[in-house]
């Protein structure tokens, strides 16, 4: 049974974090290192992306969020935007079976409304088809914002008081955590970024509130299941006080 997004649960200690999210940054850098285009170091990334997977389910690890494609990066040229594009219909097409046979659950966040109609039902089928796996639920954040996210929960929200189905003094952190896109998820233990930048570039704003961070200097596409391993090792050896203590 999956948490409500904001609960506070004090694991054992050295348990290994219940949630990761993962901002996989350095595509483009790899890519320019390597002397290569950018859409190689975006197809290098998706090698990267079965590597997490695999380290998540060799690590115990139950939610693993993918920050893949932000809001913002509709704004980068079109040509990148289509490569992007094409590499998400080429990952559906070929990881869904692999994920379903891994017990692996597909869960996709963001304004998904933004992306084209033959990627929507792909998602849609995806979802489907993966939606009774229990080992490992992989979100990915599609056309996600932490802004856009927590914008239009309160819309929703103030709808519903507009409406005389709730009322003010009712609205509280289980209420509104019920209208974002990661409504059922737990909220994320440890945040990871790549490529030695330290942001979070309008992601789970919200739901980081208590989360560990790791920043990593290593680009995206050199990440591996050894990486995540190593992660996961550094989370174990922290003390996590949500502070409720001194």
């Known amino acids: ?21 993962i901002i996989m940054d350095g595509n483009g850098r790899w890519a320019k290192r390597e002397g290569k285009i950018r859409a190689a170091g975006h197809r290098q990334g998706a090698e990267a992306v079965r590597e997490a997977i695999e380290g998540a389910l060799q690590n115990g690890v139950e939610y693993l969020t993918l920050y893949a494609f932000s809001s913002e990066n509709w704004n980068r040229p079109e040509e990148e935007v289509r490569d992007l594009m094409g590499l998400l219909k080429l990952y559906l097409n070929r990881e869904v079976k692999t994920m379903h046979k891994q017990n692996v659950r597909l869960r996709v966040i963001g304004r998904k409304d933004r ?4 990627i929507q039902q792909m998602i849609t089928k995806a979802e489907e088809h993966t939606k009774d796996n229990t080992r490992l639920t992989l979100v990915i954040a599609l056309s996600y914002g932490s802004r856009d996210e927590i914008i239009d929960a309160a819309k929703a929200l103030a709808q519903e008081v507009e409406a005389g ?32 930048e330290q942001r979070l570039s309008n992601f ?17 596409p050199d990440f591996t299941k050894e ?20």
């Open 1 to 21: 049974m999956e948490s409500q997004a904001h609960s506070i649960i004090e694991e054992p200690a050295g348990a290994p974090p219940r949630h990761v999210a």
């Open 204 to 220: 789970l704003l919200w739901q980081a509130a208590y989360s560990e961070f790791l920043f990593l200097d290593i680009l995206w």
């Open 115 to 118: 992306l084209s109609s033959d």
């Open 165 to 196: 189905a709730l009322k003010v003094d009712e609205i509280d952190e289980d209420r509104f955590t019920a209208f974002l896109s990661t409504k059922g998820l737990p909220d994320p233990d440890m945040i990871i970024r790549t490529s030695g």
């Open 227 to 246: 990486t995540f391993a190593e992660a996961v090792s550094e989370y174990q050896g922290r003390d996590r006080r949500y502070g409720l203590r001194p």
